[in-house]
């Protein structure tokens, strides 16, 4: 079975300063990671995903997240947070990488980031 | 189309009452994925369908909840004498037939049993 951790359900940052997300996972076979964004009443939109190969993952408006096999983990990190990055962010999990998936998402609890100006 | 639609985007029922939430997914997009975001958590996998063919319902919480693509485009949720724990956004998701695809997801149906 898969399941996905997410540390902190609310991050609170200064305009500027740096984001980081946490998120660990549980896989029996080797999983694919991705992250979501969700704005207010909106769907989830793709930031990044990893699938195979380059550990560090680069994303959409200047996130990125690096997959840690010896941990667990697929953190979301950015440089300088930005007002327009508050927002829920979602981990999720897949086992995409087994042969027969059907590919569906399990995800974290969410963490909600406010962007203190 | 230009991404995967919902509708209602609101819907408030008496407790007891049906509903059917409709989701259009991006034209051509085989696989389409429901699920269920209870207000704090993350989405819950409620079924799936490739094509018309319903194979994973495994995730509907009980026997009241239905849903269906019977042209293998447009899908139907419903769920039958709707109680207060039903109360959720209700989300959609399209993919291509290549499963490493992402999954394309809709603004969501909000519904609120009262």
């Known amino acids: 079975a898969q399941s996905v951790t997410q540390l902190g359900s609310h991050v609170s940052v200064s305009e500027g300063a740096l984001v980081l997300l946490r998120c660990n996972y549980s896989s029996s076979v080797p999983p694919y990671l991705f992250w979501y964004v969700q704005y207010p009443n909106q769907g989830l939109q793709l930031l990044l995903k990893y699938t195979t190969g380059a550990t560090l993952v680069k994303g959409i408006n200047g996130f990125e997240a690096e997959f840690k096999k010896s941990e667990t983990s697929f953190h979301l990190t950015k440089p300088s947070a930005h007002m327009s990055d508050a927002a829920e962010y979602f981990c999720?999990?897949?086992?995409?990488?087994?042969?027969?998936?059907?590919?569906?998402?399990?995800f974290g609890k969410g963490t909600k980031l406010s962007v203190k100006p | 189309g230009a991404g995967v639609s919902q509708s209602p985007r609101y819907k408030v029922a008496k407790r007891g009452q049906d509903v059917a939430l409709r989701c259009d997914p991006i034209s051509g997009h085989v696989s389409l994925f429901w699920y269920q975001q209870a207000l704090g958590q993350g989405p819950e996998f409620l079924t799936y369908f490739q094509n018309e063919a319903q194979l994973d319902k495994s995730g509907l919480p009980s026997d009241r909840f239905f849903a269906e693509r019977p042209e293998g485009s447009v899908s139907t949720l419903k769920i039958q004498r709707t109680q207060q724990e039903d109360s959720a956004v209700y989300l959609c998701?399209?993919?291509?037939?290549?499963?490493?695809?992402?999954?394309?997801f809709g603004n969501g149906t909000r519904l609120t049993v009262t």
């Open positions: 999720a999990v897949s086992d995409l990488g087994y042969g027969g998936s059907q590919g569906n998402l399990i």
């Open positions: 998701a399209s993919r291509t037939v290549v499963t490493s695809s992402p999954l394309h």
